[in-house]
């Protein structure tokens, strides 16, 4: 769509998906009841800045979570994953690719488990109903969702990335704690400090040195 000239906003949904993908290649199922949702836009920024919108992303989950269960159990893991209860509730991931006339799309992939969780190897994972909260319809949840994103756009636009920056470390699950990070092939153990001016997690290693995370995964205890 995004090829056919197709600008965006534009919010593309499915009741079930069965072949998602997550970062890295990794499988990503959507069963009947969860939310799978993707925003289609076009913008003018440059891609390193445009990135940022994982966390507007990471946000717009959190604030959609926080409606059906207690602000203080919902977290974000760096970048951009929901946490409930230290388990992994949702999963974005930003794509993207210049059209014909040069402007940038982004297409941001959203899965929120509302009414079921699936097995991942490597962590853990929850949905709102193991929660113990009544999980909204997907549409229902794709509406609040919308309109949370539309909010920290605005904020986005009009305060720049330093105001997404402090809501997110706001909500940050593991800062200061000690952590696994893996970019790339490269293994690393350190504390979490927080976000960068441009996003990257500051990782203090264990020489004192700090090292910038700009992609990859962060493992905390347990999660």
């Given at each position: 769509m995004a090829d056919a000239w197709e600008p965006g906003p534009l919010w593309i949904t499915a009741a079930r998906q069965s072949a998602g993908r997550g970062r890295r290649g990794r499988n990503w199922s959507t069963e009947t009841g969860n939310l799978a949702a993707t925003l289609?836009?076009?913008?003018?920024?440059?891609?390193v800045e445009a990135a940022q919108i994982s966390f507007i992303a990471a946000l717009a989950v959190c604030d959609l979570a926080r409606r059906y269960v207690a602000a203080s159990r919902v977290s974000l893991k760096w970048p951009n994953d929901l946490m409930i209860d230290g388990k992994k509730a949702a999963g974005i991931?930003?794509?993207?690719?210049?059209r014909p006339d040069e402007r940038l799309w982004l297409a941001v992939g959203i899965g929120v488990n509302l009414a079921h969780s699936p097995d991942l190897p490597d962590r853990p994972?929850?949905?709102?109903?193991?929660a113990g909260a009544t999980p909204p319809q997907p549409r229902e949840?794709?509406?609040h969702l919308a309109q949370a994103f539309a909010g920290?756009?605005?904020i986005w636009r009009q305060q720049g990335f330093t105001a997404i920056a402090e809501a997110?470390?706001?909500?940050?699950?593991?800062l200061g704690q000690p952590c696994v990070a893996r970019p790339g092939s490269e293994v690393l153990h350190g504390i979490a400090e927080g976000l960068d001016i441009d996003g990257a997690l500051r990782l203090r290693l264990e020489d004192g040195g700090i090292r910038r995370i700009t992609a990859g995964d962060v493992f905390f205890e347990g999660v």
């Open positions: 289609l836009q076009t913008t003018d920024l440059p891609p991931l930003v794509e993207s690719g210049q994972t929850i949905s709102f109903a193991e949840a794709l509406d920290w756009m605005g997110w470390t706001v909500r940050a699950h593991g």
